[in-house]
């Protein structure tokens, strides 16, 4: 099976306000030749596995989001999946990130995000009949 990396890209960008440039970086995912089930798989094995901060929950986020819109069934109501709602927790939390003064801080709020992440996925993937949630033909093993 391929494998799933997820790895900060540093970008620039010009200020609209001050006109300098900066530089920052942003988490993307790389998983090729991966059908919607086993990208979903691959997240909740780099969940358990690695150490993950905010940028690549944010990212993790944003890819679960993107394979809902890209592979779901048309009639398909993803707002309703536990998944969704988790994920709707895990962008709240991590919203009071910047607002934390304390390392010990940041750090509890991204463990709280990869909580609600990794559960709602874990519930998503323990019910077989969820893989009539995504398109059939992107399913082919």
């Known amino acids: 099976m391929t494998r799933m990396k997820i790895q900060p ?7 609209t306000k001050t006109g300098k440039e900066f530089t920052f970086a942003v ?9 919607a089930w086993q990208f979903l798989n691959n997240v909740l094995e ?9 940028r690549e929950l944010y990212s993790i986020l944003s890819q679960l989001e993107q394979l809902h819109l890209g592979c779901s069934q048309p009639n398909a109501d993803f707002e ?6 988790k994920m709707l ?19 509890k709020i991204e463990k709280e995000a990869w909580e609600h992440i990794y559960t709602g996925l874990r519930q998503f993937l ?11 033909d992107l399913l082919l093993e």
């Open 9 to 15: 890209n540093l970008e620039s960008k010009t200020s």
């Open 27 to 35: 988490a993307h995912v790389e998983s090729k030749d991966l059908n």
């Open 46 to 54: 780099y969940l358990i596995h690695e150490t993950i901060e905010r």
């Open 80 to 85: 309703t999946t536990e998944l969704y709602k």
């Open 89 to 107: 927790k895990a962008k709240t939390t991590l919203k009071r990130y910047n607002r934390e003064k304390t390392l010990s801080g940041k750090r």
């Open 126 to 136: 323990a019910d077989d009949n969820n893989r009539n949630y995504f398109l059939p």
